[in-house]
T-cell receptor, first 115, second 119 residues
Framework: GAGVSQSPSNKVTEKGKDVELRCDPISGHTALYWYRQSLGQGLEFLIYFQGNSAPDKSGLPSDRFSAERTGGSVSTLTIQRTQQEDSAVYLC?????????????FGPGTRLTVL | AQSVTQLGSHVSVSEGALVLLRCNYSSSVPPYLFWYVQYPNQGLQLLLKYTSAATLVKGINGFEAEFKKSETSFHLTKPSAHMSDAAEYFCAVSDGVGYSGGGADGLTFGKGTHLIIQP
């Protein structure tokens, strides 16, 4: 497809379980971003990748969160030992180095519910 | 550090009336500014962006925004509201520098404004 895709679209899990969220960026986009959208916090920037490298991980909420990107394409955001406060919509975006003004294209998000 | 303030979590206007959504920013460097729209259960869609080329920026769906440096504002307007404009609107800022100067950094978003269109 032409846009950013994310899977699953919805995920319901039990507290304490691990979850993996996947993002497929637009083909050829070298930069990839993860955001979290929740009622209390609005849209929070979590992490970005330039190629496979994430130069700054300080935006991740806790050490239970990790992210990786392989082959300069697909990225996975992993949340270990999920907590109820992790419930949110996780958005992925990508952009091209050719876009000097950091225009980011967003996927539809993964809605995570932790019971 | 950069930040964005959107005044009014909810704005209600009548169909056909002027839409005005307010955004003020703070940035230590000349900013790049964006407005995104989010329809229910969808991702964010870029409406328009300011990149220092022109202070009045025209976007999709009849929206436009004016960059006013003296007021540190980037308010979004549309002359005549349509029912289909009902959505959540987010203002965002980037300093455009980021890692290695390539402009790849995270956006800082405002809290969002929910636009309600009254028939």
């Amino acid at each position: 497809g032409a846009g950013v895709s994310q899977s699953p679209s919805n995920k319901v899990t039990e507290k304490g379980k691990d979850v993996e969220l996947r993002c497929d960026p637009i083909s050829g986009h070298t930069a990839l971003y993860w955001y979290r959208q929740s009622l209390g916090q609005g849209l929070e920037f979590l992490i970005y990748f330039q190629g496979n490298s994430a130069p700054d991980k300080s935006g991740l909420p806790s050490d239970r969160f990790s992210a990786e990107r392989t082959g300069g394409s697909v990225s996975t955001l992993t949340i270990q030992r999920t907590q109820q406060e992790d419930s949110a919509v996780y958005l992925c975006a990508s952009s091209s180095r050719g876009f000097l003004y950091n225009e980011q294209f967003f996927g539809p998000g993964t809605r995570l519910t932790v019971l | 550090a950069q930040s964005v303030t959107q005044l009014g979590s909810h704005v209600s206007v009548s169909e056909g009336a002027l839409v005005l959504l307010r955004c003020n920013y703070s940035s230590s460097v000349p900013p790049y500014l964006f407005w995104y729209v989010q329809y229910p259960n969808q991702g964010l869609q870029l409406l328009l962006k300011y990149t220092s080329a022109a202070t009045l920026v025209k976007g999709i769906n009849g929206f436009e925004a004016e960059f006013k440096k003296s007021e540190t504002s980037f308010h979004l307007t549309k002359p005549s509201a349509h029912m289909s404009d009902a959505a959540e609107y987010f203002c965002a800022v980037s300093d455009g520098v980021g890692y290695s100067g390539g402009g790849a950094d995270g956006l800082t978003f405002g809290k969002g404004t929910h636009l309600i269109i009254q028939p």
